[in-house]
């Protein structure tokens, strides 16, 4: 009977374990990052996307984007063990220990940079190798507690992933690759300092200067609602240059209007609740601007 429940209690934590490892490597975030690629490998080419690029792409961006996720929760164990969002993670509540963690990061990383090396191209395994540098150390390691502009020069790594995608299949730099890249460089803003309007508390605790700490809350409305205008603008830019048809024009001006709207309300309605509300639909207008430009591209192509 006791060994039968010591079985059991390793198989939990076989379990548990298992799930924390994951948990580093920031999956829905991961995932949504998946569909930007889908989405540059898919506009780069006209036809079908060939099946080596895309698999190997997709995987080698994931584990590499997975493995910035996890020196993130590693570099950040500090405060991310002082503020009620994060103190659950695994390295504040020593689930994974330091060493482990590292040896995690950087084999996943490894891995994800060779499969793309030798998969993919040089080129996009280069480049993914940048966003991770640009996310793990420059974000975190420095920016984050240097500026209140952290997140907007920070967030140029995380919206590098549709060029990822876009190089994968080309081996080659389009300036229509950089369009969808700008789209997601004006949307990290609006969808980041909503979050931090309503954890404003706790980065004050932990001393890291976001826009609310060291600006106030008004001023960082004001500026949610200027970048979703700007954002409305960048979201024209692919019908602009013929990249994308009417599907996607008549999808990104319902969701800008949208964003545009919810962030009028948090500036002036002043209600409890609106900046998550805010942060929640930034995620869902993301994903669905993707998935139009996708639609738009096999409708009109
Ligand atoms: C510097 C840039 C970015 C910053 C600072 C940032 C910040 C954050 C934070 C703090 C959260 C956690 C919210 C929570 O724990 O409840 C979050 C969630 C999320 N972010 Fe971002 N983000 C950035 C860029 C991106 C990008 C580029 C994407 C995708 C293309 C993305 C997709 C998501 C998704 C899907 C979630 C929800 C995750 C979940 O529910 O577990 N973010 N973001
Ligand atoms: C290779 C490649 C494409 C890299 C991009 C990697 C990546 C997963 C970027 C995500 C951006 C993000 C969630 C930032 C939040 O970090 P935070 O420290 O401000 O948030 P936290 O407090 O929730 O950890």
Redesign the pocket.
Known sequence: MAKLLSIAQDATRTEISWRDYLEMT????????L??VLVGMCLALPGAVPLQPLLAGLMGIAMMAGSAAALNHLIDRRIDGLMA??YNRPLPKGRVSVSRALSFAVLLGLAGFTLLYWLVNPLTAWLTCASLIG?ALI?TAYLKRATPQ??VI??L???M?PLLGWTAVTNDFHGHAWLLVII?FT??PP??WA??IH?QKEYAKVDIPMLPVTHGVEFTKTCILLYTLLLAIACLLPVLVGLSGPVYLLASTILSCLFIYKAWQLKFADRPGLAMAV?RF??YQ??LLFIALLVDHYLWS
């Open positions: 920031k999956p829905k975030v991961v995932a949504l990052m569909l930007t969002r994060t996310y974000y952290n997140i920070g967030g790594a995380g919206a992933p997601i949307w990290t969808h980041f979050l931090a954890r942060f930034s995620i993301l994903m």
